[in-house]
């Protein structure tokens, strides 16, 4: 199925599901968050992060964001808050590398409630904000509509489609089938049960699907007799990545029935499931979003590497082309790929890498192709 139908027809699914109230909280996350990705066994980027040591306003400061001198930033969360340790804090992280870099005033706003998408994107829009990063699919049909509105403010909206008509907004979409599917790799060859498990956010979000489809076709083909445990959260967007407690239910239900590696993928949600998986002895687990390493250290015990988004650097790379006149508008393509094995290095064989070789260059050519669910 075409990746951008499915992104559309999903908008469709949750168009009635929008805007709530706001709830900021008093810090920015403080976790040093250099991270660096590996492709197989070479590092091919690294995520740059600033390590914040001063609190961050919890309402929009008075400043002259009007002034020609004045570069002012804002982001909108979604209900995942600023420091779920993956998507939100690396969205952030991005904005915060542009504060360092261009000198940029910059602010967030904590979405707890999904009623009130629009009125937190306006507290930037009404106060002459430059650049508003909007953060996660749900907040789609907010920006676009504040677009509308303020066409002269540029928006990023990360996880979202954007048509190549609207020249103010661009989309920040990864491939999240191919990460999912190296991490699916990882996973079919470690495992000794032949059973591996995922513990998912919400289905409604397609960048979640994406990630469950890439992770069991991986594990597929590399391991044919592999046995996928897939479970997404029961409740809605306002619930299903801010739930630990039910990551480390679900987690632990899987590792009953055999499964020996883990992947959490859904905001805190999926790191209820990377911790509970450390608590047991001799199993494996997989990040998301960004290097879990650097963020969940109590996952350490077990997180072998992490299907990443490079958001920090494409946050920045679209504050930059911004700045420079060349802001494309419509959608645009993030990189993707494992993080580090970190501590676990020396338990990646041979086998494995080449395997992993393999996928990476087979997923390049198209060769490998993660079929999506038919709507």
């Not at 908008?11 to 599901?17: F, N």
């Not at 979003?289 to 790379?317: F, G, N, R, Y």
């Given at each position: 199925?075409?990746?951008?139908?499915?992104?559309?027809?999903?908008?469709?699914?949750?168009?009635?599901?929008?805007?709530a109230?706001c709830?900021?909280?008093?810090?920015?996350?403080?976790?040093?968050?250099?991270?660096?990705v590996?492709?197989?066994?070479?590092?091919?980027?690294?995520?740059?992060?600033?390590?914040?040591?001063?609190?961050?306003?919890?309402?929009?400061?008075?400043?002259?964001?009007a002034?020609?001198?004045?570069?002012?930033?804002g982001?909108?969360?979604?209900?995942?808050?600023?420091?779920?340790k993956?998507?939100?804090?690396?969205?952030?992280?991005g904005?915060?590398?542009?504060?360092?870099?261009?000198?940029a005033?910059?602010?967030?706003?904590e979405?707890?409630?999904?009623?009130?998408?629009?009125?937190?994107?306006?507290?930037?829009?009404?106060?002459?904000?430059?650049?508003?990063?909007?953060v996660?699919?749900a907040?789609?049909?907010?920006?676009?509509?504040?677009?509308?509105l303020?066409?002269?403010?540029?928006?990023?909206?990360?996880?979202?489609?954007?048509?190549?008509?609207?020249?103010?907004?661009?989309?920040?979409?990864?491939?999240?089938?191919?990460?999912?599917?190296?991490?699916?790799?990882?996973a079919?060859?470690?495992?000794?049960?032949?059973?591996?498990?995922?513990?998912?956010?919400?289905?409604?979000?397609p960048?979640?699907?994406?990630?469950?489809?890439?992770?069991?076709?991986?594990?597929?083909?590399?391991?044919?007799?592999?046995?996928?445990?897939?479970?997404?959260?029961?409740?809605?967007?306002?619930?299903a990545?801010?739930d630990?407690?039910?990551?480390?239910?679900?987690?632990?239900?899987a590792?009953?029935?055999?499964?020996?590696?883990?992947?959490?993928?859904g905001?805190?949600?999926?790191?209820?499931?990377?911790?509970?998986?450390?608590?047991?002895?001799?199993?494996?687990?997989?990040?998301?979003?960004?290097?879990?390493?650097?963020?969940?250290?109590?996952?350490?015990?077990?997180?072998?590497?992490?299907?990443?988004k490079?958001?920090?650097?494409?946050?920045?790379?679209?504050?930059?082309?911004?700045?420079d006149?060349?802001?494309p508008?419509?959608?645009y393509?993030?990189?993707?790929?494992?993080?580090?094995?970190?501590?676990?290095?020396?338990?990646?064989?041979?086998?494995?890498?080449?395997?992993?070789?393999?996928?990476?260059?087979?997923?390049?050519?198209?060769?490998i192709?993660?079929e999506?669910?038919?709507?």
């Amino acid at each position: 199925m075409n990746k951008k139908l499915f992104v559309v027809l999903s908008i469709l699914v949750i168009g009635s599901m929008f805007f709530a109230a706001c709830a900021p909280k008093t810090e920015a996350p403080t976790e040093e968050m250099t991270e660096e990705v590996v492709e197989t066994e070479e590092v091919v980027e690294t995520e740059e992060v600033v390590e914040t040591e001063e609190v961050v306003e919890t309402e929009v400061e008075e400043v002259d964001c009007a002034s020609d001198d004045t570069l002012c930033i804002g982001l909108v969360t979604d209900v995942g808050e600023i420091d779920d340790k993956s998507f939100n804090q690396s969205s952030w992280e991005g904005v915060l590398l542009a504060e360092e870099e261009f000198g940029a005033i910059v602010n967030y706003v904590e979405t707890s409630d999904a009623k009130d998408y629009m009125s937190n994107i306006e507290l930037f829009a009404g106060a002459n904000y430059d650049i508003i990063v909007t953060v996660g699919f749900a907040l789609g049909e907010a920006t676009l509509e504040a677009a509308q509105l303020y066409p002269d403010i540029d928006f990023i909206g990360v996880d979202q489609f954007v048509d190549a008509s609207v020249t103010n907004v661009t989309g920040l979409i990864f491939e999240e089938d191919k990460s999912g599917f190296l991490a699916g790799v990882l996973a079919g060859m470690l495992t000794v049960t032949d059973t591996v498990a995922a513990v998912l956010g919400t289905d409604l979000i397609p960048a979640v699907v994406l990630f469950k489809e890439g992770y069991e076709a991986g594990a597929a083909w590399a391991n044919p007799d592999v046995n996928v445990i897939s479970t997404y959260h029961p409740g809605g967007l306002d619930v299903a990545f801010t739930d630990p407690e039910w990551g480390a239910t679900t987690a632990a239900q899987a590792i009953e029935n055999g499964a020996d590696v883990i992947f959490g993928a859904g905001g805190k949600t999926g790191n209820g499931a990377l911790i509970e998986t450390a608590g047991h002895d001799g199993l494996y687990c997989v990040g998301v979003d960004s290097d879990q390493w650097l963020t969940v250290p109590e996952a350490h015990p077990c997180l072998v590497s992490s299907a990443m988004k490079l958001i920090t650097p494409a946050v920045l790379d679209l504050i930059s082309m911004s700045l420079d006149g060349e802001f494309p508008g419509g959608t645009y393509y993030g990189e993707v790929g494992l993080a580090p094995f970190h501590d676990f290095e020396d338990e990646i064989g041979q086998d494995i890498l080449d395997k992993l070789d393999e996928a990476k260059q087979g997923l390049e050519d198209g060769s490998i192709e993660v079929e999506l669910p038919e709507e």
